[in-house]
């Protein structure tokens, strides 16, 4: 079965980082797009960055551009999202997703492969 592992969520104070990981099981990960989509309770997942197969294009929501980095290495077949300057707003489950798309493509319905989620969640 085709998986998709997130890590490195937890909790951090406003103005602090982490690092989050999406490890890809059961499949190759480096033919793929990657995205991070995030759900608050109660709320619509929306997407926050996505990357390229070759990790030559990126794409950023704009309430994350200038703080949060998406990067991948298709050797480990993870995508990392490096996260700075954490807002008590982010705080929600981070998923990430696959699939054979551009990473241009914000649009949830469109990913086909889906971790688990791992939780973040900032204090103010």
């Known amino acids: 079965q085709l998986q998709l592992v997130e890590s490195g969520g937890g909790w951090v104070q406003r103005g602090g980082s982490l690092r989050l990981s999406c490890a890809a099981s059961?499949?190759?990960?480096?033919?793929?797009?990657v995205a991070w989509f995030r759900q608050a309770p109660g709320k619509e997942r929306e997407f926050v960055a996505a990357i390229s197969w070759s990790g030559g294009s990126t794409n950023y929501a704009d309430f994350v551009k200038g703080r949060f980095t998406i990067s991948r290495d298709n050797a480990k077949s993870t995508v990392y999202l490096q996260m700075n300057s954490l807002k008590s707003e982010d705080t929600a489950v981070y998923y990430c997703?696959?699939?054979?798309?551009?990473?241009?493509?914000?649009?949830?319905?469109?990913?086909?492969?889906w971790g688990q989620g791992t939780q973040v969640t900032v204090s103010s």
């Open positions: 059961g499949f190759t990960l480096h033919n793929y797009a």
């Open positions: 997703a696959a699939s054979k798309l551009v990473a241009g493509n914000t649009n949830v319905i469109d990913w086909r492969y």
